[in-house]
């Protein structure tokens, strides 16, 4: 548009109108960003909600059969349960192991080779969603209960089981 002032031509510049082609692209860059950062959060989050879930599923798997072991008669204990497998809810195994028993209980004597004492490890080795994991703990069960006989020590025990 062409003004006239005193003869001389003025042109005065036309207000704009939208946004130019590399504003365009910077802002989808920004999105584009912004969205693949959020996806990336999200599938963290879900595969470490996975692998609470499953850590949880081993514990309880451990805190059942630590009660099994519990409730058992102390003198036959470490001779039914020796190194024993167990489930652990849904989870598989672990690829390297041999019977597919993701729950594993081992018995060693207790402190001062005591009779009256047994210590347990009971560990879970599993594949889950962030690839293989293992959770351990160890107790020790006594006999508090004073229950008739006495309990062999492991020893006996993996002596007795051979001769079977």
Same mark, same amino acid.
């Given at each position: 548009? @062409? ?10 510049? @036309? ?11 910077? +802002?989808?860059? #920004? ?8 996806? +990336? ?7 470490? +909600?996975?692998?609470? *879930? ?12 630590? +009660? ?15 190194? &024993? ?14 019977? &597919?028993?993701? &729950? ?10 005591? @009779?009256?004492?047994? *210590?347990?490890?009971?560990?879970? *080795?599993? *594949?889950?969603?962030? &690839? ?11 006999? #508090?209960?004073?229950?008739?006989? #006495? ?5 006996? #025990? ?5 001769? @079977?």
């Amino acid at each position: 548009m @062409r003004q006239t002032m005193d003869g001389v031509a003025l042109i005065v510049p @036309r207000p704009r109108r939208g946004f130019a082609l590399v504003e365009v692209l910077t +802002a989808g860059l #920004v999105l584009a960003l912004a969205v693949l950062g959020l996806s +990336a959060t999200l599938a963290n989050g879900s595969r470490l +909600a996975d692998g609470s *879930r499953e850590e949880m599923l081993a514990r309880d798997a451990m805190r059942d059969t630590l +009660a099994r072991l519990a409730a058992a008669p102390f003198d036959k204990v470490a001779l039914d349960f020796h190194n &024993g497998r167990f489930a652990a809810g849904p989870l598989s195994a672990a690829k390297d192991d041999p019977d &597919g028993w993701p &729950g594993e209980i081992v018995f060693s004597d207790g402190p001062d080779d005591a @009779r009256d004492v047994y *210590r347990v490890a009971l560990r879970v *080795r599993w *594949r889950g969603a962030g &690839g293989e994991r293992v959770i351990e703990s160890t107790h020790y069960l006594a006999n #508090v209960r004073g229950d008739p006989g #006495v309990a062999p020590t492991v020893a006996e #025990v993996e002596e007795a089981l051979a001769a @079977r």
